[in-house]
């Protein structure tokens, strides 16, 4: 069956770095594109990056120049590298992918952006 499970969460000061993984299993994985999203306390769930299956790149523009999306399709994994960390981007991050089985979704990890 179909699983992401991210990792690589945790309490950062502002200025400072995370890089997040997503390691996903259950479909051939360079075929599809795969997306970043996040939610806030008390927000809804938005888009943060995605990355397609020629590894291009899109970015919302809160995050543009700071955040930074990649794949390693030998590992079926995405990556999100987070850099100059702002506590806005306090959240649960969401790796996520659309197959033609449907949509799905990982487990999240939270990232919190505190001094």
């Known amino acids: 069956q179909v699983q992401l499970v991210e990792s690589g969460g945790g309490l950062v000061q502002p200025g400072g770095s995370l890089r997040l993984s997503c390691a996903a299993s259950?479909?051939?994985?360079?075929?599809?594109?795969m997306f970043w999203y996040r939610q806030a306390p008390g927000k809804e769930r938005e888009s943060v990056a995605t990355?397609?299956?020629?590894?291009?790149?899109a970015y919302a523009g809160s995050v543009k120049g700071r955040f930074t999306i990649s794949r390693d399709n030998a590992k079926k994994a995405v990556y999100l590298q987070m850099d100059s960390l702002e506590p806005e981007d306090t959240a649960i991050y969401y790796c996520?992918?659309?197959?033609?089985?449907?949509?799905?979704w990982g487990q999240g990890t939270r990232v919190t952006v505190s001094s």
């Open positions: 996520h992918t659309a197959l033609p089985t449907g949509s799905y």
């Open positions: 990355i397609g299956v020629f590894s291009n790149t």
């Open positions: 259950g479909f051939t994985f360079r075929n599809y594109g």
